[in-house]
Every structure is written in structure tokens, then in C-alpha cells.
């Protein structure tokens, strides 16, 4: 079903018909309080001229209307009222009419029995509301008294009911046309826009920005997700591609430095001391690409799917890291100390923090000069642990602390290491809801910070 169609079936269409069947009600509901409002005039009309029929002078019947001194105000809307004697005769009657002129003779209603009701047409074709009622005379015999109430007022009363409530029905069910056609074309338009930003989502088109939809309702909401996401993988896309040609170039160096080693190797004959060298050359650049490579699919790793986080001891990962770096720190004349307490619980991926971990160390023991220290330090900070690892080498310039976090940047652009070490660091702590970043310290060296949330991804932010 359209969207248009849905909306004049369920907005306009149900509705109206609602209050069609309401208004329906409505009307016999006020019809019949109209006529219960007649039939309860009669009744007290009758009350009065039974009780009183027979005072006046002689005990001869009377009706009180005749001689009452508002006759003239209550006649346009008061019941006739007719009296018959036992016989059938008509006696007198309220006001003076024609004979038959409101029916026939009624069938006498014996005393005691409650008065009846009917409804009959006039002699002008109105129709009216007659009560018969059975009085019992002091001298004897039974007389038949009458009350006749003309429903042509009320009668109008319920046509003009049902011709304003029409009108009315009618009216509000081309507001309600209008207004659902306006909103399905208004629909119909969004979605239409959505349906095309969908499209070349489909396609492979990410379009940038913000959504130019009105905002404050779900489609906008959905809009601008869509384009927040469009804009994501846009980065995203960016960033993978930037990082592909980087490594392509970052490949490509290495492959070319063996490819020269071999050729120069094989060009003429060399002795074994050449061939070693050469081939102690080419092992150096393939321990560089299996490190990049290592690296790259550490980053790659870092993108598909979710961790699964267990809750364990962060000091004995970084332990366990710390006594892995000691055997190369040893070989360079630098020793790693560990600070911080006995246990620190933490819900992280520990292979992941593990693989961090020894990328600060590495970083840390490739610039740290022979005979100092490395410092690693785990401290507790409110709902977060914060390690940091702290070198006495030549430190990280002010303009490069942020920027050693991307992909394949280097301080020294001839300097060794693949320049994804702190990039894979940086991930890590992003997967975890942490941050990573390089802290001001007095004296030479530079000290990295990987920070991450106790309870596990998602659970704390950050501090900035």
C-alpha cells in the first residue's frame, strides 16, 4: 500500500468514519432525550389536571388551562388537552379545535393503570406525542383525558442536529483530506530523498555533510544518520587509501633494496665475504617488510568485527611485555623497570593491549640511549588505568606529538621501524574507549601514554 493511500485510509478516511458513527449516536441520543423530555411534560400535565379535574363549581370537569391567568404566554407550546366523558363525548378541550382534529376518540384507559403513549400524525401531517390517561369521577364513571404535544419543534430541532453535524462531518473530512495529502506529498518527498541517498549508498557513492531536512522528527534524524555514516565511511575510505599507498611506498623501498643487493651479487663474481654481506643486507630489509607486514595486519585485524573482553590482571600483561623486551634491552645496555600495583583489574582484549604494549617498548628501546632506563608505569586515575612508557632519548618534538599517531609517520624520515608502531597503539586504545598521546616531560626522552577505561569498552569516557 502507498504511503499516500495509507495516510487518507488511517488519517482521514477512519477517522471520518468514526465520527460519522458518533455523530450518528449523538443524534439518537439527542432524539431520544428530546422525546423523553416531551413525554415527561405530558406526564406532569396530567398529574396537575387529574388531581384537579373535578373542583370546580357542581363537581363538574374542568380544565385548568382555560382559566389560568399565563394562558396567553404558554399557549404556543402547551399540550392540548381534551377531556372525554364515559360515553366517548367530547367535553372540552385546550384550546377550542375541531372536532377529530387530534384523532379519533381514544379507547378508554381504565383507572389505576399507568397512562399511555403514542405517537400519531396530525391532521397537518406533524406528528404527535399523545398521552391517554384514565380518571376515575367522585359521582362515578370513568373519563378519558388526553394530552397532545406536537413534535414539529423537536422534529426541526433533530433535522437542523443532523444538518450542522453534517456539515460539520463534511468540513473536517476535507481538512483531514487536505492536510494527509499535504503530509503524504511532504512524506513522500523525504523519503524520496532518502530513498536516493540510499542509492548511492547502494553504489558506491558516499556523499558528504549534513542532511538540509528540517530537523526535530525521525526522518531527519534517519537523514542525518545517513549522512553522519556517509561521512564516516568517506574518512574511512580516505584513510584506506592513504594507508594503501603508503604502504605500497613503504614496500616498495625494501623490495628495491634487496632487488639491487641480489642483482649486484649475481652481476659478477664475489667472494663469501660479499655474498654474506649481501645477504645479511637483504635479511635486515626482509625482517623490515615481515614487520610492516606484521603491523599492517595488526591495523587491518583491528577493523572487522568486535573484540570479545574478559576481565583480568593488566599488570601481568604489561609484566609479561616488559620481562619479553628486557633480552634486546640488555643486548643495547638499557634495562625496563616496572612501576605500579601488585594487580590491576581491567575488562580489555589482552592481545591486543599485549601487542600495544610491546610496540611502546620497541618504540622506547629503538631511540634509548645505552646505560638509561626505561620507566613503565600503570597508575589508577578515577575509572581509567593510565600506562605510560618513559625513554631518556632525544623525545618527540611539540609539532610531531600528534601526528606520530598516523599511519607510516616518522620523526626522522630515514629513521628505522615501519611507522605503524604508535598507529597500532593508537587503535588499541580507541577499540577500548581510551586514548593514547605523548605527555610533556621535563628533561630529555619522551613518554607515551596509553590510557584505558577499567570496566571495559564503551563504560567511561576519556578525559580530553
Known amino acids: 500500500m502507498r504511503l499516500a493511500t495509507r495516510l487518507w485510509l488511517l488519517g482521514a478516511l477512519v477517522p471520518m468514519a468514526g465520527l460519522l458513527v458518533t455523530l450518528t449516536l449523538a443524534a439518537e441520543f439527542f432524539e431520544a432525550w428530546l422525546a423523553r423530555s416531551v413525554d415527561r411534560g405530558l406526564l406532569s400535565q396530567a398529574a396537575v389536571e387529574s388531581v384537579s379535574l373535578f373542583d370546580g363549581p357542581g363537581g363538574q370537569p374542568h380544565l385548568h388551562m382555560l382559566s389560568s391567568a399565563l394562558e396567553k404566554e404558554v399557549r404556543p407550546f402547551a399540550p ?193 665475504q660479499a655474498l654474506r654481506e649481501a645477504l645479511e643486507e637483504t635479511r635486515r630489509e626482509v625482517e623490515r617488510l615481515s614487520a610492516l607486514a606484521g603491523n599492517l595486519l595488526d591495523l587491518a585485524s583491528f577493523g572487522r568485527g568486535g ?53 611502546l617498548l620497541a618504540n622506547a628501546l629503538r631511540y634509548a640511549p645505552r646505560g638509561t632506563e626505561i620507566a613503565v608505569r600503570l597508575e589508577r586515575e578515577g575509572e581509567r588505568w593510565r600506562l605510560s612508557v618513559r625513554d631518556r632519548g632525544p623525545g618527540i618534538p611539540a609539532e610531531h606529538r600528534e601526528s606520530v599517531f598516523q599511519p607510516f609517520h616518522r620523526v626522522e624520515q630515514k629513521g628505522a621501524g615501519t611507522g605503524l608502531g604508535l598507529a597500532v597503539v593508537q587503535e588499541v586504545a580507541k577499540r577500548h574507549g581510551g586514548r593514547a598521546w605523548v605527555a610533556e616531560v621535563q628533561g630529555p626522552g619522551a613518554e607515551v601514554v596509553l590510557e584505558l577505561p577499567a570496566e571495559g569498552p564503551g563504560t567511561t569516557t576519556a578525559a580530553a
Open 80 to 272: 392540548v388537552a381534551e377531556l372525554f366523558a364515559p360515553d366517548g363525548q367530547r367535553l372540552v378541550s385546550y384550546p377550542s379545535s375541531d372536532e377529530g382534529a387530534y384523532g379519533p376518540t381514544p379507547a378508554p384507559n381504565p383507572p389505576g393503570e399507568p397512562p399511555r403513549f403514542e405517537t400519531v400524525k396530525g391532521a397537518d401531517g406533524a406528528r404527535l406525542r399523545q398521552l391517554t390517561l384514565g380518571v376515575r369521577a367522585p359521582a362515578g364513571g370513568v373519563y378519558t383525558l388526553r394530552l397532545s404535544a406536537s413534535l414539529a419543534q423537536q422534529d426541526s430541532a433533530v433535522r437542523a442536529f443532523h444538518g450542522v453535524t453534517l456539515a460539520v462531518a463534511v468540513l473536517l473530512g476535507v481538512v483531514l483530506f487536505g492536510l494527509q495529502t499535504w503530509q503524504a506529498r511532504w512524506l513522500a518527498g523525504r523519503l524520496d530523498q532518502l530513498r536516493g541517498l540510499i542509492g548511492r549508498l547502494r553504489e558506491g557513492v558516499l556523499p558528504g555533510g549534513v542532511g538540509k531536512g528540517r530537523r526535530g522528527d525521525e526522518v531527519s534524524e534517519v537523514e542525518g544518520a545517513l549522512h553522519e555514516a556517509s561521512a564516516r565511511l568517506n574518512e574511512a575510505r580516505e584513510a584506506q587509501e592513504q594507508l594503501i599507498a603508503r604502504a605500497a611506498h613503504e614496500l616498495r623501498t625494501p623490495l628495491a633494496l634487496m632487488r639491487t643487493s641480489l642483482d649486484l651479487a649475481l652481476w659478477k663474481e664475489r667472494d663469501a
Open 307 to 359: 573484540w570479545e573482553v574478559r576481565a583480568g590482571d593488566l599488570r601481568e600483561v604489561v609484566e609479561d611485555a616488559a620481562a619479553a623486551a628486557r633480552a634486546e634491552a640488555e643486548g643495547r645496555g638499557v634495562w625496563v623497570s616496572v612501576e605500579g600495583p601488585e594487580s590491576a583489574s581491567c575488562t580489555f582484549h589482552a592481545s591486543s593491549v599485549r601487542q600495544a604494549v610491546d610496540n
